[in-house]
């Protein structure tokens, strides 16, 4: 049985969250190009860095799912899931008859894209 410390988990868990954050990085900068650049390349790795524990604590985790989630937060603001003019994300995202995350995702990502800022 292999039994990792908590200073190799820290490796490791940093290791995955690369292996998702440079993806994600080039997705975002291929389809948000003028918004990555005003942001900037270490404000954008925060930001993903931030979506992925956002996207967690409404147990959002698949990879497609957070990356979603993070294109909304690109659209919406970092806290959109708490900004009083999205009150349809924070109802989406708490509404616990909504169990299955990628549902979730797919709801706030859609929506999202449909009411963009200057129209939700």
Known sequence: ?????????????????????????LHLNTHY????????EPKLRRLIQYGIKRAA???????NDV?????VMLL???????????PWA???LTDKNLTDPKVK???????ARKNPPNQA
């Open 1 to 25: 049985m292999l039994t990792l410390r908590k200073e190799q988990f820290a490796v490791f868990e940093k290791h995955e969250i690369q292996k998702f954050e440079d993806p994600t990085y």
């Open 33 to 40: 190009p003028e918004r990555c650049q005003d942001i900037g």
């Open 57 to 63: 604590s409404y147990g959002i985790q698949l990879e």
């Open 67 to 71: 990356r979603k989630y993070i294109e």
């Open 76 to 86: 919406l603001g970092p806290d959109f899931d708490k900004d009083p003019k999205y």
């Open 90 to 92: 924070t109802s989406i």
């Open 105 to 111: 995702a797919d709801r706030v990502y859609e929506t």
